[in-house]
C-alpha cells in the first residue's frame, strides 16, 4: 500500500484502526459452538517423538488451518476462546504442545533445541491431512513466536504472526536476571521442575533474585574439558577466532546433537533459559539468545527459504523489541522481493504480555490491553483473510503508535525514511542543549556500587512483580549514582519516532564496568515518564571486535544502543535522560572487577561534555515542529532541514 511516507492511520485504513482499539470480536461466526468438533492426536516427528496436538474441526472441511506450537500448555484457557472463535469462522485451528511440554513426549524439556525440526514435522504433518484446504498460518507471542520462524521454512507455510518476536540479530551486551529464573524452575517438564507457574514463583523468589546476579567473568572464559576433547584444534585458535568457528559448527549440527553440545559444554542435564542466556560465553557475545531459534552462521542466507507471509507485531516497551526492529531490518534489506514485499510491522504501545504506556489509559481503550492473540482477534483474523485474498498490498508497510499523541501512524519502512536526526549535548547544570560544546567544561561524576545498583522501576521487562511500562522514574534522580539531564521546556510538540542512541565520552576507576542511558519525558508535574534505556558492558564497546578491558581514568566513545521509541514530546514537556551503570535486576549487575575474584567494587565514573568530548542524545525527529520551540531547538531543527 503506497502511502504519504508517515500519516495517520486513521487517514488509510479507518477499518484497521478501529480493529486495534477494539477487543470485541466484530466479524460474524458461520458456526455455533456446539458444530466444532475437537481431536487430540499424538504426532510423530522424525525421531519418533510423539507431540500432543488438539485440532479444532468446523463442520465443513476442507479448510484453511491456522496453527500454534507452545510450551506453556496447548488447551490454556485465555487461548482457547480464540481457537473456538477461528473455527466458528471457518478455519481449522491446530495446537500443539512443544517436546518435553503439557502432554507432549519426553518427560524433560530441551528449550529451543528441537524447535527447528519439530516445527518443520509438524508443518508436514498439517499439510497431508485430509482437512486441510491449502492454507496454513500460525499465531502467537514470545516462545510461540519463535516456534513460527521455523514452521516458516516449510513451502507450504502461508503466513505468520511472531508477536513479540524475532530472528537473534540484534546485540545485547548485558544478560537478564530478572524473571529468568523462576521461568527456567517452571515451564516445562524436568525432574527439577515445581508445580508453580512462572510469574507465582517470581514473587516467591524474589530475596533470592536480589541477592544475585554478580557479572564478573574473564574476557574469554575457559572452554570446557568436554569441548576440548571434542575439538581439539580450539586449542590453538585465538580465542574470538575459536568462538566463531565453534559456532558454525554447532550451527551445522541436528537438533539433537545440539542438545548434546550444550548439556555437555554446560554440564547441565537438560537446556533451560538460563543456559541458553549464558551461551555467548561460548559463541561470544554477538551471539544473541534467540539466535539459538534458527542458528545460522549468517542469518540473511536463512531468508531465502523462507515462505510465509509475516506480519511482525512487537511493543515499545516490549523486552525483544531491538531485535524485533533489527529482524524487520534485516528482510528489509536482505530477503528476496517475494518476501519482503510480503512483510509487515506492527509496533503498538505494549510491553511483552501486559499493557505498556499507561499515560491516559483511563481514556484511551487502545492502551488498556496487550496485543497478543486473546486481545487482539481482529486484527489476526483480517490479516489472514487478508493473505489468503493475496492482498497485502493493501496492508500498510508499517503500523506504528505514537504515544503520548495516542494516534497509530503509518509508514513506508522503518526506520521512516524522511525522518532527521537531531542531536541533545549534555551540558553544564544537568542540561540538555541543541548546541554543541563550543570548548572546554567541567565533568560530571558518580559512584556505582554493586551492592546498591541503580534500581529497576519498570520498562522495557517482563515481570509480575514490577510493571512493565511507562513508570514515573523521577525517585531515581535523586540518587547519587547516576548523571540526570533536561532539557528546557519545549513549546511546541516534538516527535520523536524511531531508534535512540547515546554517544558518551566516559572514564571509570574500574577495568570494566557497565554504561546505561534512559530517556524520559518529563511532564509539567515533574513526572519524568520513562520511554526506553539501552545498556552497555564496556569490554563489548567494539560490536564487532575484541572485547577489551579499559584502561581505567582513560576516556573511550561509548556508543550505546537505546533501541526506539515513536513519542510525541508535547510542548511544555522536557527531555530527560540519565547516565547509570545497572537497572536491576532487569540485567545483571557489573562487580567491576573485570573477572579477577573478589568481593564487588565501587567504581567512579566520568561523563566528559566538553568540546572534544561531546556527548550527545541522537534522536529521530519526524513532523518537527515549527519555530518556535526553545531558540536553541529551533536553530537546531533548521540545520537538520526541518521546518
Known amino acids: 500500500m503506497r502511502t504519504r511516507p508517515a500519516s495517520r492511520l486513521a487517514d488509510v485504513a479507518p477499518q484497521l484502526e478501529a480493529n486495534l482499539g477494539r477487543t470485541q470480536i466484530r466479524s460474524a461466526p458461520a458456526f455455533a459452538v456446539g458444530e466444532i468438533r475437537v481431536e487430540t492426536v499424538m504426532v510423530a516427528m522424525r525421531d519418533g517423538v510423539r507431540l500432543a496436538t488438539d485440532v479444532y474441526l468446523p463442520p465443513k472441511l476442507p479448510a484453511p488451518a491456522l496453527a500454534v506450537r507452545t510450551p506453556y500448555g496447548r488447551a490454556i484457557d485465555g487461548f482457547i476462546g480464540v481457537f473456538i472463535a477461528f473455527a466458528r469462522r471457518g478455519y481449522v485451528v491446530v495446537s500443539q504442545d512443544c517436546r518435553g511440554t503439557g502432554e507432549s513426549e519426553p518427560a524433560s524439556w530441551d528449550y529451543y533445541m528441537f524447535e527447528p525440526e519439530d516445527g518443520y514435522d509438524f508443518v508436514d504433518w498439517v499439510v497431508r491431512q485430509a482437512w486441510f484446504e491449502g492454507f496454513l498460518g500460525a499465531f502467537g507471542g514470545s516462545y510461540l513466536g519463535q516456534t513460527q520462524w521455523q514452521m516458516a521454512m516449510h513451502p507450504r507455510m502461508s503466513a505468520i504472526v511472531p508477536d513479540v518476536s524475532g530472528l537473534g540479530v540484534a546485540v545485547n551486551t548485558l544478560r537478564l536476571h530478572m524473571f529468568a529464573n523462576a521461568y527456567s524452575r517452571s515451564v516445562g517438564k524436568g525432574a527439577d521442575k515445581v508445580a508453580v507457574s512462572a510469574a507465582d514463583l517470581e514473587a516467591q523468589i524474589l530475596d533470592e533474585t536480589l541477592a544475585t546476579g554478580f557479572f564478573n567473568e574473564p574476557l574469554h572464559e575457559p572452554f570446557s574439558d568436554s569441548l576440548l576433547t571434542r575439538y581439539p584444534n580450539l586449542r590453538e585458535l585465538p580465542p574470538v577466532e575459536a568462538k566463531r568457528w565453534l559456532w558454525e559448527r554447532y550451527c551445522a549440527l541436528g537438533c539433537a546433537e545440539r542438545a548434546?553440545?550444550?548439556?555437555?559444554?554446560?554440564?547441565?542435564?537438560?537446556?533451560?533459559?538460563?543456559?541458553?542466556?549464558?551461551?555467548?560465553?561460548?559463541?561470544?557475545?554477538?551471539?544473541?539468545?534467540?539466535?539459538?531459534?534458527?542458528?545460522?552462521?549468517r542469518p540473511a542466507e536463512l531468508l531465502p527459504s523462507m515462505q510465509a507471509s509475516i506480519m511482525l507485531r512487537t511493543g515499545w516497551y516490549d523486552w525483544?523489541?531491538?531485535?524485533?526492529?533489527?529482524?524487520?531490518?534485516?528482510?528489509?534489506?536482505?530477503?528476496?522481493e517475494r518476501l519482503r514485499s510480503r512483510c509487515r510491522l506492527l509496533v503498538a504501545p505494549s510491553a511483552h504480555n501486559m499493557p505498556g504506556y499507561h499515560e491516559g489509559m483511563a481514556e484511551r481503550p487502545e492502551l488498556q490491553h496487550a496485543y497478543g492473540a486473546t486481545a487482539n482477534f481482529n486484527t489476526l483474523y483480517d490479516w489472514f483473510e487478508t493473505a489468503r485474498r493475496d492482498e497485502?498490498?493493501?496492508?500498510?508497510?508499517?503500523?506504528?503508535?505514537?504515544?503520548?499523541?495516542?494516534?497509530?501512524?503509518?509508514?513506508?519502512?522503518?526506520?521512516?525514511?524522511?525522518?532527521?536526526?537531531?542531536?541533545?549535548?549534555?551540558?553544564?547544570?544537568?542540561?540538555?542543549?541543541?548546541?554543541?560544546?563550543?570548548?572546554?567544561?567541567?565533568?560530571?561524576?558518580?559512584?556505582?556500587?554493586?551492592?546498591?545498583?541503580?534500581?529497576?522501576?519498570?520498562?522495557?521487562?517482563?515481570?509480575?512483580?514490577?510493571?512493565?511500562?511507562?513508570?514515573?522514574?523521577?525517585?531515581?534522580?535523586?540518587?547519587?549514582?547516576?548523571?540526570?539531564?533536561?532539557?528546557?521546556?519545549?513549546?511546541?510538540?516534538?516527535?520523536?519516532?524511531?531508534?535512540?542512541?547515546?554517544?558518551?565520552?566516559?572514564?571509570?576507576?574500574?577495568?570494566?564496568?557497565d554504561f546505561g542511558v534512559r530517556l524520559s519525558d518529563v511532564f509539567p508535574d515533574g513526572r519524568a515518564i520513562q520511554l526506553q534505556n539501552g545498556f552497555l558492558r564496556a569490554r563489548y564497546r567494539e560490536l564487532d571486535g575484541e572485547p577489551q578491558l579499559l584502561e581505567p581514568g582513560r576516556i573511550y566513545r561509548f556508543e550505546i544502543d537505546m533501541w526506539a521509541t515513536a513519542n510525541r514530546f508535547k510542548a511544555g514537556h522536557r527531555l530527560r535522560i540519565d547516565v547509570s551503570s545497572a537497572d536491576f535486576p532487569r540485567f545483571d549487575r557489573h562487580t567491576n572487577r573485570a573477572g579477577e575474584p573478589g568481593p564487588p567494587l565501587c567504581a567512579t565514573q566520568t561523563i566528559y561534555r566538553d568540546r572534544q568530548h561531546p556527548s550527545h542524545l541522537v534522536l529521530q525527529v519526524h513532523d518537527a515542529p515549527p519555530p518556535g520551540v526553545v531558540g536553541p531547538i529551533t536553530r537546531r531543527l533548521r540545520r537538520a532541514g526541518l521546518p
Request: overall charge negative.
Open 260 to 297: 548434546e553440545f550444550v548439556r555437555s559444554a554446560m554440564n547441565v542435564t537438560n537446556v533451560r533459559n538460563v543456559d541458553v542466556e549464558r551461551l555467548s560465553t561460548i559463541f561470544g557475545h554477538r551471539i544473541a539468545h534467540d539466535a539459538h531459534t534458527l542458528p545460522h552462521p
Open 320 to 336: 525483544g523489541l531491538n531485535d524485533a526492529l533489527a529482524t524487520w531490518e534485516l528482510i528489509r534489506r536482505c530477503a528476496p
Open 392 to 513: 497485502i498490498e493493501s496492508w500498510p508497510a508499517v503500523i506504528y503508535y505514537l504515544m503520548s499523541a495516542n494516534e497509530w501512524h503509518v509508514a513506508e519502512d522503518w526506520p521512516l525514511p524522511d525522518a532527521r536526526e537531531l542531536s541533545f549535548y549534555l551540558d553544564a547544570g544537568g542540561t540538555l542543549t541543541t548546541t554543541p560544546p563550543q570548548g572546554p567544561a567541567d565533568s560530571d561524576r558518580y559512584v556505582y556500587d554493586p551492592n546498591d545498583p541503580t534500581p529497576t522501576l519498570g520498562g522495557s521487562i517482563v515481570s509480575y512483580v514490577y510493571p512493565p511500562g511507562s513508570v514515573d522514574v523521577s525517585p531515581l534522580h535523586g540518587r547519587k549514582d547516576l548523571a540526570v539531564y533536561t532539557s528546557a521546556p519545549l513549546e511546541r510538540d516534538l516527535d520523536v519516532v524511531g531508534p535512540l542512541r547515546c554517544v558518551l565520552y566516559a572514564s571509570s576507576s574500574a577495568a570494566d564496568t
